[in-house]
């Protein structure tokens, strides 16, 4: 049997139906079309399905669809600017060449995201601490560090930027 | 891999879920955060036909201080124990150990009763409830049950939860007032947040001359569950817990144990290091007692 939800994802609200055994991540790819949040182990310990579940980071592979009926979702496409530029953290990956084959990246983003909502001058060791929870199998955590690092410079100087999206939610 | 086909409801009331788990029986299963259930699922090791979704119901979530004890509703966030204030004062070594469990992903959604449900013996929160001696409270259309953790958690990954029954609260003990308490936990992980290879707990009030007047020790990964180190506490109960005293009452716990091998460490290496940890997590405990009575405060887990 299936179920109808409403949820918030990115800002617009979605109505769907769904049935209980598909997980958010699911969900998010194959009903939404948002294919930027990436499954990887699909059970709880790579990270690459984080998203923001009313502003605080989850694991999409963890949580069933059907579960999020009311609330509020941003995944990778939602940490973009208005304009469809990249947001700060996302440039400042590029930047740093803190990606490989870009799988991990999305849920790399999501934890520093969430990361420099909190503590938008993170130390090293904070920054390797927010990210723990996630896997590059291409062993680019260095870069990731970096990006992290850079982002939260450039967001300290430009303090509005926190206000995109996610730092609002 | 996907879970198998289950029927959902997400539950408004106590009333609600226990109705369900009486009609259901055991093919229902009830969901909180999902952190270790929906894993489970996903690799088919759990086959439940019907989830009971307690995550809205308001009477299984929150922190509420009660006499000598803390008690934590079952489906409260270990992000939101975190931040309770009652959490930090009255129940510090839980707050030194919810840093460690999982990431802040898991810790999000993952709950106080539902990883003491899972009964995973490395987990952080059963082995603060062992070394604390908590009590669990068991709800039923039958009525409430109170059992002591070591009654609830019976192996690892089993507990004796009845089938129509949802955990409701866990109390935690308070330190005794009127000593300067310090609380810490440590465990050897490959990485922050990942499960422990062995993990220690302790919990250590001292009277205003430094001797010891309460003392709650705990080890993870060396036995099915979490064990209480009551010999080294009895050992120790009383002195000035000199370094020498710790290292010595710390392989008292050595009969005790009883590790098995796997993926991350041999059964010879964990019954080495438990005691080593036993100690260093007591040494650290020690010393925020120490600097809590410098400062004049009573209690602190940081």
Redesign the interface.
């Known amino acids: 049997m299936t179920h109808s939800i409403s949820v918030t994802v990115n800002g617009a609200t979605r109505q769907a139906e769904v049935e209980p055994r598909q997980t958010l991540v699911d969900f998010l790819r194959e009903q939404l079309g948002l294919t930027g949040t990436h499954v990887g182990c699909e059970h709880g310990v790579c990270g690459a399905c984080s998203v923001l579940l009313d502003g605080e980071p989850i694991r999409s592979c963890l949580m069933f669809a059907v579960q999020t009926d009311g609330h509020e979702i941003t995944t990778v496409e939602g940490l973009r600017e208005e304009d469809g530029a990249l947001g700060i953290l996302q440039d400042s990956f590029w930047e740093t060449h803190a990606l490989q084959c870009g799988y991990c990246t999305p849920g790399m983003l999501i934890a520093g995201q969430d990361l420099l909502t909190r503590n938008p001058n993170p130390s090293d060791e904070e920054i390797r601490e927010a990210i723990a929870g996630n896997l590059c199998r291409c062993t680019g955590y260095l870069q990731i560090v970096d990006a992290i690092r850079l982002a939260g410079a450039r967001m300290r100087q430009a303090p509005e930027a926190l206000g995109t999206e996610a730092g609002d939610v | 891999?996907?879970?198998?086909?289950?029927?959902?409801t997400?539950a408004e009331s106590l009333d609600d879920v226990l109705d369900l788990l009486r009609r259901e029986g055991d093919e229902a299963r009830v969901i909180a955060g999902?952190?270790s259930l929906?894993?489970m699922?996903?690799?088919r090791l759990a086959r439940p036909t019907h989830?009971i979704?307690i995550?809205h119901v308001d009477a299984l979530a929150g922190v509420a201080p009660a006499g000598h004890h803390v008690i934590i509703k079952a489906c409260t966030r270990q992000?939101a124990a975190m931040a309770s204030d009652s959490v930090r004062r009255d129940a510090p070594l839980l707050a030194a150990a919810l840093p460690h469990v999982?990431?802040?992903?898991?810790r999000?959604?993952g709950t106080i009763g539902g990883s003491l449900a899972h009964g995973d013996p490395t987990a952080e929160i059963l082995l603060t409830a062992i070394a604390l001696g908590a009590r669990v409270t068991l709800a039923s259309t039958a009525g409430a049950r109170e059992l002591d953790i070591t009654d609830f958690s019976i192996g690892a990954m089993e507990t004796s939860i009845r089938e129509d029954e949802c955990l409701a609260e866990v109390h935690f003990p308070k330190p005794p007032a009127g000593l300067s308490v310090g609380a810490a936990v440590d465990e050897i992980s490959p990485?922050?947040?990942?499960y422990a290879v062995i993990g220690a707990a302790a919990e250590i009030g001292l009277t205003e001359d430094g001797t010891c007047k309460h003392i709650r020790l705990g080890v993870s990964g060396a036995a099915p569950v979490p064990v209480l180190c009551a010999p080294t506490m009895e050992a120790l109960m009383g002195t000035r817990l000199a370094d020498s005293d710790i290292d010595e009452a710390a392989h008292l716990i050595t009969p005790l144990l009883s590790p098995e091998s796997d993926v991350q460490a041999s059964a010879a290496y964990r019954l080495r290091v438990a005691p080593g940890m036993l100690a260093r997590a007591t040494k650290a405990a020690r010393d925020r007692a120490k600097t809590h009575q410098e400062r004049g405060a009573g209690s602190g887990a940081t």
Do not use: C, P
């Not at chain 2, 891999?1 to 959902?8: I, L, R, T, V």
């Not at chain 2, 990485?191 to 990942?194: H, T």
């Open positions: 891999m996907k879970a198998a086909a289950f029927d959902y997400r999902g952190q929906v894993a699922m996903a690799m989830l979704d995550n992000t999982g990431h802040i992903q898991t999000n959604r990485r922050a947040g990942d």
